[in-house]
C-alpha cells in the first residue's frame, strides 16, 4: 500500500511547493512557527485550485486547546468558510481543562463539518489515556488522528503509533507528525507500519533584508516549505512501497 504524504504550508509559496514537490494532501494553515492557525480566506481561495486535496486546520489562537464559546463560535466560521471555498476537509480539535477531548464541542465541530473529511489534530497527544481518545475519534468519525504518539516529535513516539495502528485495525488512519523529516521518516514508517505522515518539509532560510529585520517584519531566520524536500520524501516513500515496508 503506498504511503501518503501530507506537507503543512502556510504561504502561497508553500502550497506552490508542495503540490509541484507531490505531495499527495496539503494542510492549509497560517502560522506554522506556532503550530499553525487557521489560514485567511485569501489563502483558503487560493488552496481550492490546486489539484490535490487540502485540509484547513481549524485553530483560531495559539496555545492550549482549551476553547470557550467565542472560540467555538470563530470555529463554527472556520468550518463554513472551507466549505464555502470548497476545500476538501478540516483538522480540528479540542481539550477539556484535564485534557480529555472535550467530547460535547468536538461532536458540535463534526456536525459543521458534515460532508467534509476531518483529521483530529494533536490534541490528542495531551490526552492522558491514547487508547480510550483512539476509541473516542473513532465513534465521532474522524477520518484520521494526527499524532507524535504523545511525544514531542513523532520519530520520539514512535512506540505508542505502532500501538495505536494496532488497535485502530484499519478503523481509523493513524497518521505521524511532528519532526518527521528526510533523516527519519523512513524508520518511522517501517517501525509503525503507517500509511501516511505528516511533515512541514521546511527549510531555514536566512533573511537578507537588514530593513526588514529592523522593522520587526521578518526574523533573522525563517523556515520555508522546499519543494525540492517534498520531491525527496515522495520518492523516499515510494522507494519503500516498492521495496516492501
Given amino acids: 500500500m503506498p504511503v501518503l504524504l501530507e506537507v503543512c504550508v502556510d504561504s502561497p509559496e508553500g502550497l506552490a511547493a508542495a503540490v509541484t514537490g507531490g505531495a499527495n494532501r496539503v494542510e492549509l494553515c497560517a502560522a506554522l512557527d506556532v503550530g499553525g492557525?487557521?489560514?485567511?480566506?485569501?489563502?483558503?481561495?487560493?488552496?481550492?485550485?490546486?489539484?490535490?486535496?487540502?485540509y484547513a486546520i481549524i485553530r483560531p489562537r495559539a496555545g492550549n486547546f482549551i476553547f470557550d464559546a467565542d472560540n467555538e463560535a470563530a470555529m463554527?466560521?472556520?468550518?463554513?468558510?472551507?466549505?464555502a471555498a470548497g476545500l476538501a476537509g478540516v483538522v480540528i480539535g479540542a481539550s477539556c481543562p484535564d485534557m480529555t477531548l472535550d467530547l460535547p464541542m468536538l461532536k458540535r465541530l463534526m456536525a459543521c463539518a458534515e460532508g467534509l473529511g476531518v483529521t483530529l489534530h494533536r490534541a490528542f497527544d495531551l490526552v492522558p489515556d491514547p487508547f480510550?481518545?483512539?476509541?473516542?475519534a473513532i465513534e465521532l468519525g474522524a477520518e484520521r488522528v494526527l499524532t507524535s504518539g504523545l511525544k514531542v516529535s513523532g520519530p520520539e513516539g514512535v512506540d505508542l503509533i505502532r500501538q495505536l495502528m494496532e488497535q485502530a485495525g484499519g478503523r481509523i488512519s493513524i497518521m505521524p507528525g511532528g519532526g518527521i523529516n528526510l533523516s527519519n521518516v523512513e524508520r518511522v514508517v517501517r517501525e509503525t507500519g503507517?500509511?501516511?505522515?505528516?511533515?512541514?518539509?521546511?527549510q531555514p532560510v536566512e533573511c537578507r533584508d537588514e530593513r526588514a529585520i529592523a522593522f520587526g517584519f521578518q526574523a533573522p531566520v525563517s523556515h520555508e516549505t522546499s519543494g525540492e524536500i517534498v520531491r525527496k520524501m515522495r520518492s523516499l516513500l515510494d522507494k519503500l512501497c516498492s521495496t516492501g515496508i
Fill in 37 to 54: 492557525l487557521t489560514a485567511p480566506p485569501g489563502m483558503m481561495a487560493l488552496a481550492a485550485r490546486v489539484p490535490i486535496p487540502v
Fill in 194 to 202: 503507517v500509511h501516511e505522515v505528516h511533515s512541514s518539509c521546511r
Fill in 76 to 83: 463554527m466560521t472556520d468550518i463554513e468558510a472551507v466549505r
Fill in 132 to 136: 480510550e481518545a483512539l476509541e473516542q
